[in-house]
């Protein structure tokens, strides 16, 4: 049976810690990493550097990590600050957005949806695009967001139904063809 996060926490602080803390970080960098991409428009290699910095700061802190929040909450929180201090340090984010990773299913259809869902993102204010990613994509529920990006709960519930209903609106032509084809 798999060790849960808090176990590996536990013993990250002992004698194994390096070994516990690398499981860690194989059971969180890959939707870490996707999440930075995300935040930094594609931009794979900021989004690699930013993990590793999450991850180096996260170990450092380690024996500070009270509990209050999931690690995987934790972990996010200092992601999304060290995403912070870089797009102060570069504002505005200037890379262009990389290329759609390969898409399986309907093919083309498929892959104008997703560039019509990626261009309304992008018309989303930061935080909205930043708490509806974390809900949507994440699987993060309103507290663990507001704790990850600092904001207060009601604010979170606010740029996540505020980017819901106009996600919907912008793409409300796809979803009109799918209720005429019954789909």
Known sequence: MDASDEQLV???LGPDGRQAF???V????????????RFTHGNAALADDLAQETFIRAYRALAA????????TWLYRIGYRCFLSEARRHEPLTEEVAEHHALT???????GFMEDYEAAL????PAQR???HLALQRGFSHPEIADIMGLPIGTVKTHVLRGRQKLQELLSDWQEGFDHDGT
């Open 10 to 12: 536990a013993r990250a």
């Open 22 to 24: 690398g499981a860690l």
């Open 26 to 37: 194989e059971r969180h960098q890959s939707a870490l990493r996707a999440t930075l991409r």
């Open 65 to 72: 990590f009270r509990g209050d929040s999931g690690f995987r």
């Open 105 to 111: 299913g309907d093919g083309a259809e498929r892959r």
């Open 122 to 125: 992008g018309q989303l204010a």
């Open 130 to 132: 930043d708490a509806v």
